[in-house]
């Protein structure tokens, strides 16, 4: 496994590195108990290892008790695993594949599907106005997430060459990212996620003010200032944020707010919902959001759709009025 990770570690970017090693080192951890040679491996032993990941395999960082972990998790295992028998097979230390053939199976992937919380427009306004007076530093930020519905990697990868004040656009074209080590990108998530968006009066307004402050950090620090390439959001003193210090202080934030379920990234759906709501449609949507394709918009409308079905007044009681005095 050392081997296969080593050879991959030239063809994927730094951050996805770094996911591979944190998984090879788990399956390791459990194999490295007996300790079995290669070619003794069996489909029998890959179905007893994905049953048990099932059942124990996540530590829960709190109680350090064993925990469950997701079917998406234990396939994404299951992937390494089968690339690393097939680099095996190939050069010709076994005879055949033993993860070939062996499923892993759970609930079906909807029932793992990330729950769509939506936040309404004035409770997107409600929770900003809360942001500013207790955690100001996530004001600006929680704004792009809402408004424009940008990932965490793409609001944190913002530059100001990004942003064109004269054309009244923003560029998406950058990302940071964080598994071990903070990694920044000329690459998006997708190539679709590269979009050239519409900078309006409220969100020219909020980075006009983001500059300021920042030209007043320039001139407090000086020489050591760090912002060499110009980042949009960061310390006083320039350093990049940890991506993972802002997604916990927003989870603060909305804890204290009221909405402990709402995290940075369900604003994206927030942003989504209103959009909708303004009657956008699924290609210009799509686009704002930057999907590769249309399908992961739709399930954003059928969310959306069918939680305003459940809450909003049901118009059918209307409708049936003419038949009402059938019934006593």
Known sequence: MDLWLKSKEVDLKKPTYEAYT???????????????????????????????????????????????????????????????????????????????????????????????????????????????LHYPRLLEIAFMGAYYGLRRSEILGLKWSAIDFEKKTVTINHTVVRVKTISASDTTKTHSSKRVL????????????????????????????KNTDSYIFTWEDGTLYNPNYITKLFCKATKEFGRPEITLHNLRHSCASMLINRGWDLKKLQYWLGHTDTQTTLNIYAHFNRQRLNTSENDLSEISNRASDLFA
């Open 22 to 132: 944190y998984r090879v080192n788990r399956i390791k951890e459990y194999f490295l108990k007996s300790n079995p040679r290669l070619a003794d491996i069996t489909p029998k032993n890959m179905d007893s290892y994905f049953k048990y990941c099932l059942k124990f395999g996540k530590i829960n960082q709190k109680t350090k008790e064993k925990e469950p972990l997701t079917v998406r998790s234990v396939r994404s295992y299951k992937s390494i695993l089968y690339a690393v028998f097939n680099q095996a097979l190939i050069d010709g230390l076994i005879k055949t594949n033993p993860v070939l053939g062996v499923s892993v199976h759970g609930k079906k992937n909807q029932d793992y599907s990330e729950e769509m919380l939506f936040l309404t427009e004035e409770e997107i306004g409600n929770l900003l106005h809360f942001i500013s």
């Open 198 to 225: 519409n900078l309006f009066d409220t969100a020219e307004k909020c980075l006009l003010q983001v500059h300021k402050e920042q030209e007043e950090n320039k001139t407090f620090f000086l020489g050591d200032y």
